[in-house]
Nanobody
Framework: QVQLVESGGGMVQPGGSLRLSCTASGFTFSTYDMIWVRQAPGKGPEWVSRITTGGEGQGYADSVAGRFIISRDNAKNTLYLEMNNLKPEDTALYYC??????????????????WGQGTQVTVSS
């Protein structure tokens, strides 16, 4: 049973920083690419970032490139997202997700049964 638990969200002012964590269990974490997905109120899910199994490859949406950094610690079964220079448009529920075999594209999003429960990030002055 896939279990992903996100933490680290909160409310910050524009220009601030947050570090999200995602602890995985129920599967062999080190053998799966992982992604972060976000969903703002009234909008569909948005692919944010992806990291390969060993962490050697990363990709970012244009909207966050240069501000967000994805990383992972396979010894701790944990995925991270460091978010810097946050903007109000970054406000969303952030989910980590396991990239399963149904995902064909680099920026593909897996089905919801591969997601965690999410952590809220609010950027407001």
């Amino acid at each position: 049973q896939v279990q992903l638990v996100e933490s680290g969200g909160g409310m910050v002012q524009p220009g601030g920083s947050l570090r999200l964590s995602c602890t995985a269990s129920g599967f062999t974490f080190s053998t799966y690419d992982m992604i972060w997905v976000r969903q703002a109120p009234g909008k569909g899910p948005e692919w944010v970032s992806r990291i390969t199994t060993g962490g050697e490859g990363q990709g970012y949406a244009d909207s966050v490139a240069g501000r967000f950094i994805i990383s992972r610690d396979n010894a701790k079964n944990t995925l991270y997202l460091e978010m810097n220079n946050l903007k109000p448009e970054d406000t969303a529920l952030y989910y980590c997700a396991r990239v399963d075999l149904s995902v064909r594209a680099w920026q593909g999003i897996p089905s919801r049964d591969n997601w965690g429960q999410g952590t809220q990030v609010t950027v407001s002055s």
